[in-house]
């Protein structure tokens, strides 16, 4: 089974992927990790993040490596690990860019098509463009206000600051975040993280023990 977990910055899509997958005793995968990891090659490189054929090339020469644990998601190039430098303000800044470009996200997508089912897979576009035959789609929201008072505790900058980079990175991302037509849309400003988890449980189609 495939399950998918779309939804804008902030969210809540790999807290909430994370507990569905562990109730449902599978991995989940973080694609917009991929996409952060690109970016932060790119940036250590000194690259130019809209030149698609340079960081391409940059990308094919090293390698990046999604784990896809059901706890959280760990991203590697051969044996360094860059999962703790990708959720830093600069790869926010930069990362729309690099997501923007063609090549790059036909580079994630075939790293994610990749990856063996069963899993719930989680960012814009898992449910539309990556996924579209997953068994179950959800996509949430919530407003500005509260996503940035809810990532304040995880970014040094004050909560006008991340709302106005949030509805920025919302803004660049809006082509690849359109909601799968077939997706259950969540609003979850007023559930608590379970509550979300609860939900999303509660309209998963009745496993068999071969899904
Ligand atoms: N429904 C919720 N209620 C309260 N806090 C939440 C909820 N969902 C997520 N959070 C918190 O909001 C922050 C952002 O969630 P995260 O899962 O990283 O979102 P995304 O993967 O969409 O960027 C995290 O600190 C997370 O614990
Ligand atoms: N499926 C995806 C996932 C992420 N992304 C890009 O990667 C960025 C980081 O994604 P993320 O899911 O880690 O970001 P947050 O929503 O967690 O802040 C997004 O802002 C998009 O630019 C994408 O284009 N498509």
Redesign the pocket.
């Known amino acids: 089974m495939i399950v998918t977990i ?6 809540g ?2 807290s909430v992927s994370s507990g569905v997958a562990r109730a449902l005793g599978v991995p989940y995968v ?4 991929l ?2 990891a690109a970016t932060l090659l790119g940036l250590e490189a000194g690259l130019d993040l809209h030149g698609a054929a340079k960081l391409l090339a940059h990308l094919q020469a090293h390698p990046l490596r999604l784990e896809p644990l059901a706890g959280g998601n760990r991203v590697w190039q051969g044996e360094r690990e860059l999962t703790g430098g990708l959720h830093s303000t600069r790869v ?1 800044a930069g ?2 860019v ?2 923007a470009l063609p090549d790059v ?1 036909g580079w ?1 997508d075939a790293q994610l098509r990749a990856l063996p089912a069963p899993f719930v897979a ?5 449910g539309t463009t ?1 996924f579209p035959q997953a068994q179950a789609k959800f996509y949430l929201t919530a407003s500005p206000r509260i996503r940035a008072q809810r990532r304040a505790s995880e970014r040094p900058e004050d909560v006008p600051a991340i709302e106005a980079a949030l509805v920025r ?1 919302d803004l ?2 809006r082509v ?1 975040s359109a909601p799968a037509p077939d997706a259950v849309v969540i609003d979850t400003g007023p559930l608590t993280l379970d509550g979300v988890i609860q939900t999303v449980l509660a309209q998963l189609p009745q496993r068999t023990p071969s899904a």
């Open positions: 779309d939804g804008v910055a902030a969210s899509k790999s973080s694609s917009g990790l996409y952060r926010d990362v729309s690099v997501a996200r994630v989680e960012g814009r576009d898992m990556v990175r660049l991302d690849q």
